[in-house]
């Protein structure tokens, strides 16, 4: 009765799924480590640094393979603001995978830290230091994470309510499984 | 998708299918509150700790929650080559010359505490490397810390913490304190006898917690270092003046550079490296990796170190932190501190602000 779409490309699927690990790690690392004061709090910060920028290179590697293989359309039956929805939302997640390793990039160039991704290897500085700057992109930092993690909250559940309540191959068309439900 | 089990049983009881939809976000948002400390309210948390010494000292925006009245110095450090063999940080390099950004400061979160309130006072230090890695460490004039761990340092603080009725720590919490923490013994013998010095040149300052030094063949070597005074103490009685210190720092400094040498001990397999309240024996092997050599000073609210994070696992190639469980609860507890004075500089929304109240001196 439903419109099947058509696949996600597999390079888009194998990034997806990739990155959804990823940055869920470092989501919860993130809010993990400022809220301990123990040995967590040294080895989670020496993960989250080249994590972190790691999801900014794979998230322009995944614009590039979009722009390549366009994603497959909507369930033409769907309501138009559900499609709205479903659009800025997945705008919104690709905005917050890029913004958020940059800010916190930023933030520790303006806070005067080498911004170190291992014992020996160490970016630049993106912006001089200034301690208005730091306090600003620190608190963005926080906030920006809360707005992607519940933005992902909405996501995980409209991906459920695709694949669960309307079984309209949304899900499918990403999990890579059959492709019909 | 999978096939459904028998899609009899969905048209009948649809809204069962509804379950996960709701609950697998819900449990997700669960974990997060509960890793985000939210859900777990027992966990020290570097938030708990910083609001403890707020508790202690009151709030003084723009000023550091610990270690609050200090000053700014700069000047560099001369390698002198001998701890090249230990580390491969460039800093020890023989002849190497590297900038220094500094802080001499008294603990207690109280940017108007006369300088004789407390015996203790110390050096923090920012080394920038020519490869723009950094060593920073903050090091105290006392040759051991009186607890081990965060929770007994969490503990210490609010025993410390000030009897409304008197304004005054109440004397029964902290004999409970001690009571309850016999490691704080070595430290309680030393402050016994310390009087407040006349000078921060004549100090010598401890790291007190251990490092590792990593040599070019990648071999780890347990460390604590001293920054030890050239110029000697002379026993002058400190001047009836609340900010003694810094007048003091001034003159020598008009005079000309002050000196430290950089003494990193080695430990022998066994010795505690994760345990600020024991010293190491006295007979172990020390090298003297350099000297510090300090030029100029300037105040801490317009000087260079105001906007610094001493945070001491700040560390370049060559050395690491050790197991010390002091360590990451200071980077932890610092980064909270730095993030409130400098939201406070920055005038943020919901920062606090400087009233009548915690300005009492009105010094800027
Ligand atoms: C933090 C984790 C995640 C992020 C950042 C993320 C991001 C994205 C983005 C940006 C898109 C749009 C793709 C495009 O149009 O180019 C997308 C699509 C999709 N995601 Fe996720 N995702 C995450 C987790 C998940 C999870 C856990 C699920 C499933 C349970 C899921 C299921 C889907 C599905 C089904 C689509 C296809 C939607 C469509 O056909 O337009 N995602 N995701
Ligand atoms: C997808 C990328 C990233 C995500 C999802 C992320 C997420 C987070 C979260 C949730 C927090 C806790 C915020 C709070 O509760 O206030 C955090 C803190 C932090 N992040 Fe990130 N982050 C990312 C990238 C980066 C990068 C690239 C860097 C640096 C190169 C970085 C450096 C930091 C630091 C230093 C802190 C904690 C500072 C402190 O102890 O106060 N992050 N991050
Ligand atoms: C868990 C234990 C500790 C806690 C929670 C703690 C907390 C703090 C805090 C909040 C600050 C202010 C940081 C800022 O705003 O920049 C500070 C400064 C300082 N602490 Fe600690 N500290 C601890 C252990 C130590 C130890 C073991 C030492 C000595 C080796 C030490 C030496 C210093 C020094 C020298 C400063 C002043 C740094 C400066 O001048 O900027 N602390 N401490």
Redesign the interface.
Known sequence: MKTTPGMFALPARILHWLMAALILAM??IG????????????WL?RIHKPLGIAILLLAVVRLAVRLRHPPPPLPADLPAPQKLAAHASHWLLYALMIAMPLVGWAMLSA????V?LS??L?L?PIVP????A???L??LHGWLAMLL?LT???H??AA??H???R?D?V??SM?G??RK? | ???PVSSRKYRHGRWL??A???A??AA??L??GY???WL?PH?????R?IDQFQANAGVHPGYRRNHAKGVCVSGYFQSSGQAAAYSVAQVFTPGQRTPVVGRFAIPGGNPYAPDSSVPIRSMALRFTQA????WRTGMNSMPVFPVAT?QAFYAQLQAGQPDPATGKPDPAKLAAFFAAHPETAAFRAWARTAKPSASFATDSYWGLNAFEF?DSDGTRHAVRWQMVAQAAADGATPPDNPDYLDADLRRRLAQGPLRWTLRVTLANPGDPTDDATRAWPADRTTIDAGTLVLQATEAQDSGPC????YDP??LP?GI??S?D?L???R???Y?DS??RR??E??H?PG?ARPSANTQPEARR
């Open positions: 989501l919860f809010v993990g480590m400022v809220a301990s004061v123990s040995e967590r709090h040294a910060l806070g005067g830290y080498p170190m014992e020996s160490r630049p230091a200034s301690a208005t730091f306090a600003i620190r608190h993690f992902f909250l909405a995980l559940g459920l309510y694949g669960l309540i079984r191959g899900l499918a999990l499984g059959t439900s | 998708m999978t096939q299918r509804w996960p939809v709701v697998v976000p997700f948002a974990a997060f890793a985000g400390g777990a966990r020290l948390t570097p938030k700790l490869d723009g890695q950094q965060p990593v105001r906007d610094i994070n696992t700040v190639d690491a932190i197991d469980p360590l990451p609860a980077s932890a507890a980064a730095y993030l400098t939201s500089e920055a943020l920062a």
